[in-house]
């Protein structure tokens, strides 16, 4: 184990340096293993540890968080050689946002996830918690589920948000590559963090190909039979 900090300056370089020693582009969404959502610290631990040599980081939810509490910055401690991603998807006034991002640096998270539709003073919060604390805010721009309609076809609108607020990487679907497509094109210097994956209808060269930095895949790896094994095989195909 080591400390990226140590070494790298910021989110993006680390998740970037990862990637390359890796030869992966996954980020695995921690919120079931086999299936279930209840689960014990030492379980968490067993499941990262196995697949972390084909990950570059991973996605803890507010479940998550629900379920283990505070021992979540124990399991983020064990491993120093990932990035941690809280997938809270904060959507708050401005002043309460901030208090939501410093919790989540303190915990020992490297970045926070936050819907866009809150507008820039409330992602402006996320950004300046995030940069007192050597973290990075990623904005929801567009989503993967059934029903996100109304929010992806305001993706640039809030994509323009995001930006005029300091952020520089966006979540948009795996199964809606044209989405990506549309973002990467406007915002080129940006990374892209694509769910959907798998379980979703999502596939796993496609997002990439289409301009995505990385895929969030969480129950095509958790809940498989073998995680590690699916974690394998998805970070070779990830790497084109």
């Given at each position: 184990?080591?400390?990226?900090?140590?070494?790298?300056?910021?989110?993006?370089?680390?998740?970037?340096?990862?990637?390359?020693?890796?030869?992966?582009?996954?980020?695995v969404?921690?919120?079931?293993?086999?299936?279930?959502?209840?689960?014990?610290?030492?379980?968490?631990?067993?499941?990262?540890?196995?697949?972390?040599?084909a990950?570059?980081g991973?996605?803890?939810?507010?479940?998550?968080?629900?379920?283990?509490?505070?021992?979540?910055?124990?399991?983020?401690?064990?491993?120093q050689?990932?990035?941690?991603?809280?997938?809270w998807?904060?959507?708050?006034?401005?002043?309460?946002?901030?208090?939501?991002?410093?919790?989540i640096?303190?915990?020992g998270?490297?970045?926070?996830?936050?819907?866009?539709f809150?507008?820039?003073?409330?992602?402006?919060?996320?950004?300046?918690?995030?940069?007192?604390?050597?973290?990075?805010?990623?904005?929801?721009?567009?989503?993967?589920?059934?029903?996100?309609?109304?929010?992806?076809?305001?993706?640039?609108?809030?994509?323009?948000?995001?930006?005029?607020?300091?952020?520089?990487?966006?979540?948009?679907p795996?199964?809606?590559?044209?989405?990506?497509?549309?973002?990467?094109?406007?915002?080129?210097?940006s990374?892209?963090?694509s769910?959907?994956?798998?379980?979703?209808?999502?596939?796993?060269?496609?997002?990439?190909?289409?301009g995505?930095?990385?895929?969030?895949?969480?129950?095509?790896?958790?809940?498989?039979?073998?995680p590690?094994?699916a974690?394998?095989?998805?970070?070779?195909?990830?790497?084109?």
């Amino acid at each position: 184990m080591f400390d990226l900090g140590r070494f790298l300056a910021s989110f993006r370089e680390t998740l970037d340096w990862l990637s390359l020693k890796k030869k992966s582009r996954v980020v695995v969404a921690l919120d079931t293993i086999g299936g279930r959502s209840r689960f014990q610290e030492g379980e968490v631990v067993k499941l990262i540890d196995s697949v972390s040599d084909a990950i570059v980081g991973v996605k803890l939810g507010l479940p998550f968080y629900l379920n283990l509490g505070p021992s979540t910055r124990d399991v983020i401690k064990h491993f120093q050689d990932l990035v941690f991603i809280a997938d809270w998807k904060t959507a708050d006034v401005p002043h309460v946002t901030r208090l939501i991002f410093e919790k989540i640096f303190d915990l020992g998270f490297n970045a926070g996830i936050i819907h866009a539709f809150t507008g820039t003073k409330s992602m402006s919060e996320a950004v300046n918690a995030a940069r007192s604390r050597g973290g990075d805010v990623i904005a929801v721009v567009a989503m993967s589920h059934e029903g996100s309609e109304l929010v992806n076809s305001q993706m640039h609108v809030l994509a323009d948000m995001a930006v005029k607020a300091g952020v520089g990487c966006f979540v948009a679907p795996s199964n809606n590559t044209s989405l990506i497509q549309e973002l990467r094109a406007k915002h080129p210097s940006s990374k892209i963090f694509s769910p959907g994956v798998g379980a979703q209808g999502g596939e796993v060269k496609a997002p990439l190909r289409m301009g995505a930095d990385y895929l969030i895949v969480g129950r095509l790896i958790t809940d498989a039979p073998k995680p590690d094994d699916a974690a394998r095989r998805v970070a070779g195909e990830s790497w084109i």
